[in-house]
């Protein structure tokens, strides 16, 4: 007979960090191949403009944006504010690291720690950029010699090749869409007994915690009027299971 603790196999499951929300294949299928497609795009592009060669450094980037933008396409750090931003701004603090900072140990780690304080306060936190800035930092003497037009061509380059990768490919599937701000909810009020939470409670909530969630605050919402639906149906089926006494 197993003794196999259900409560502890998932409280290690938890501190792993392991996703345990069901996902389907389609959905891990579609994911992968938009992959395919925004790395392809990132490619094409780079090589049809002149001068726009991508930087195989720079290519790991990418590929990071990549899982974010069609895995976890209604994730907040993957929306285009941060995708932009947090590449922009990293790009140009790791270029003037390699320009400024003659020991590349130093460079890469001022790089990589200002890009994160800099993507913190812009509100632009996408964590492939920090690759950008380490890419840049620890860049060649091709690299050197580009200066800051590194960050136009093949950064900002590949950036907006991938971001608009994300926007086609996503828009043809009904359940997701990129940027996350074009999903269209479908889920019912809060079930009767459930107070409905508004913009102000869920920004209190998150300044409460004090620490980056990687979700929007309308996934939070849909999470929310999805889970109270949930409790509509469940009360409403209960109720219909109730029948009334017979007479005596």
Known sequence: MSTRNPSATSTWLKLLGIELSPVSHRERLVSAL???????AVYWLSNAVPGGAASPLLVLSM???????FAVPHGALSQPWPLLGGHLVSGLIGIACLLYVPDPMLAASLGVGLSIGAMHYLRCIHPPAGATALAAALGDESVRAMGFGFVLAPVMLNVLSILFAAIAFNALFSWRR???????STAAPPAAGYEAISHEDFVFALTQMDSLIDISEEDLLRIYSLATGR????????AGT???SAPS
């Open 34 to 40: 938009g992959g395919c497609v925004g790395i392809f």
């Open 63 to 69: 590929g990071s944006t990549a899982v974010m933008l």
């Open 178 to 184: 990129y940027p996350a701000a074009l999903v269209r």
């Open 231 to 238: 409790h509509r149906e469940v009360a409403a089926d209960a």
């Open 242 to 244: 109730v029948s009334p």
